[in-house]
């Protein structure tokens, strides 16, 4: 079984437990869920100001600087050709919502999943699926661009066969982030907007990194990925972030990217701290008032740490957000 994270974009079983952040919730892409307690903001294109023949000031969305048709290759290696400037798009992922709308173009978008929560505004927008979107309710809001997440492959493809372009993405790593934001910048019609908004994620992430290795710590970490030990291995996003954020991941000797720990294994590595989801824990006692782990180091110091895992492993334009998060359940003195 894949558990890889979904985006929700958060691990799909975390999605799922979310649900029930980002799981990393669905295991067989990343999914990335819901917000969490701390105050996140999304960057997006700033509007112009312009005056009038009456003299009054009005704001206005800045241009487009897009060209179309434009050719682009998606993460499964797919060229899609968008033959237009795109006026109806629908978004099969969180992430790829936030993207959007991060870009400034969120008042083409006509169709989110059950999934999404960031910005507020879709809240209101029609709903085409969870996990996996429905090609019909896709479909009938007659969109004239898909993006879509790894793993919709299968239920758009009736969608791609309508001659709709759809893009699937897939990003494993923040330089995959950043390439997708750039790709649907391409796609939408505002490849600057992109090029700005990548900078802006990229400028915060070496700001936050920096912060945690000037604590001059590392302490090791344990994250679970759910309640039955699963965690983030070597290769892993999260292993990634981790290593951003000031930490030893307990996880890097393990054999691959997503796997399960025994208690036994858990015990043995003895972490400094350990981080649990706030998909499944609402607090840590459920961890720390179990025996088998009572003389773990990180329960004895007080440092089981539930946190905001959707923001943390949805890949999106919050990243940085995600990554700060991490970083002060790990750092809590430095920010």
């Known amino acids: 079984m894949d558990r890889r994270p979904h985006p929700s974009n958060t691990p799909r079983f975390l999605l799922a437990a979310a ?13 990335t869920g819901c ?14 100001s312009t005056t009038d023949a009456t003299g009054s000031t009005t704001s206005e969305p800045p241009a487009e600087d897009g060209v179309f048709p434009v050719t682009v290759t998606d993460d499964t ?3 899609v050709t968008v033959e237009a400037r795109p006026e109806r798009i629908v978004a099969t992922a969180p992430a790829n919502t936030e993207t959007l709308f991060a870009l400034g173009v969120g008042d083409r978008v006509v169709g989110v999943t059950t999934l999404d929560d960031y910005p507020p505004e879709v809240a209101d927008i029609p709903k085409v699926g969870d996990f ?16 879509g997440y790894s793993g919709n492959e299968e239920p758009l493809k009736p969608v791609m066969d309508a001659g709709t372009p759809v893009l699937i993405l897939n990003p494993t790593s923040l330089e995959g982030i950043y390439a997708n934001i750039l790709l649907v910048g391409q796609a939408v019609g505002a490849p600057t907007a992109a090029e700005d908004l990548v900078t ?3 400028t915060e992430v070496e700001g936050i990194s920096t912060t945690a290795r000037e604590t001059g710590e590392s302490p090791k970490v344990f994250y679970a990925l759910d309640n039955t030990l699963w965690t983030a291995g070597p290769g892993s996003f999260v292993d990634e972030l981790l290593a951003l954020a000031g930490a030893t991941n307990a996880a890097a000797g393990g054999p691959e990217a997503y796997y399960q720990l025994t208690p036994e294994q858990l015990v043995a590595t003895d972490p400094d701290i350990i981080l649990l989801p706030k998909t499944v824990f609402a607090e840590p ?5 179990d025996p088998r782990f009572a003389d773990l180091r990180a329960v004895k110091q007080g440092r089981v740490v539930v946190f905001d895992d959707v923001i ?3 890949p999106g334009p919050r990243i940085a957000e995600g990554l700060r998060v991490l970083a ?3 750092h809590p003195d430095a920010f």
């Open 35 to 48: 917000g969490g307690d701390e105050s996140t903001t999304t960057t997006a294109i700033s509007e112009t």
């Open 312 to 314: 943390v492993t949805r």
């Open 132 to 147: 996996q979107p429905s090609a019909e309710a896709v479909i009938a809001l007659e969109p004239d661009l898909v993006v």
């Open 285 to 289: 006692d459920t961890f720390v008032g």
């Open 200 to 202: 802006s994620i990229e």
């Open 19 to 31: 649900l029930a952040i980002a799981l990393i919730a669905g295991l067989t892409a990343w999914l």
């Open 77 to 79: 290696g797919a060229t």
């Open 328 to 330: 002060k359940a790990i």
